[in-house]
């Protein structure tokens, strides 16, 4: 009987919201007072273990941070599998 692999799971965006933090020195919980942002919404995107995030989350950190979504994931593609499920190299 073969042994069947899980697919695996495919990051196109990269999480910057610790950076943002981290630039300004804020904590998760100041940030969390200054943006309007749960204190838990936060530190789960701040430990980026998110799988999608609230418009009205996103909207509030562009309007604090004053920067773009753009600013806040970053989008990098990733290089197709190959049949043996190894990830091939540009």
Known sequence: ?????????????TNRVSRLLGD???SIR?????TGVSYRA?????????????????DRLCNYFQVSPNDIFEWAPTPPDDP???????
């Open 42 to 58: 936060l530190f789960e995107l701040y430990h980026d273990r998110t799988a999608r995030i609230d418009l009205v989350t996103l």
């Open 84 to 90: 043996d499920g190894e990830t091939k190299a540009a």
């Open 30 to 34: 100041e940030a969390a007072r200054l």
């Open 1 to 13: 009987m073969a042994a069947t692999m899980a697919p695996r799971e495919i990051t196109l965006l």
């Open 24 to 26: 300004r020195r804020l």
